[in-house]
């Protein structure tokens, strides 16, 4: 079982920056892939970004164009998507997603509650 608290969202303006962060309460945390998706009013999820378990690979959404950065610290079971030039496209529910390194130890994936995160003109 693994329960994921996200936190971070708010309302910002356009060409601001953002921090999210996710924490996750498991035993196991470097056995996880972590990522981030997002959900915008009438759109359909999107993959946002997501790190490996090891921390040697990291990829990103299409959108993202250099503008949002993943990390996370094992010792803290924390995954972290620092936001920058957000624009008012970004506007969503922003949600964090853990998934098992490996299918063979399960095949279940998990999600936080979301955070919120508004960008004004």
């Known amino acids: 079982q693994v329960q994921l608290e996200e936190s971070g969202g708010g309302l910002v303006q356009a060409g601001d920056s953002l921090s999210l962060s996710c924490t996750a309460s498991?035993?196991?945390?470097?056995?996880?892939?972590m990522g981030w998706f997002r959900q915008a009013p009438g759109k359909e999820r999107e993959f946002v970004a997501a790190?490996?378990?090891?921390?040697?690979?990291?990829s990103y959404g299409d959108f993202v164009k250099g503008r949002f950065t993943i990390s996370k610290d094992s010792a803290r079971s924390t995954v972290w998507l620092q936001m920058n030039s957000l624009a008012p496209e970004d506007t969503a529910v922003y949600y964090c997603?853990?998934?098992?390194?490996?299918?063979?130890?399960?095949?279940?994936?998990?999600w936080g509650q979301g955070t919120r995160v508004t960008v004004s003109s």
């Open positions: 498991v035993h196991t945390f470097s056995d996880y892939v």
């Open positions: 790190i490996s378990a090891r921390g040697n690979t990291i």
């Open positions: 997603n853990a998934a098992p390194s490996s299918t063979t130890m399960s095949t279940t994936q998990y």
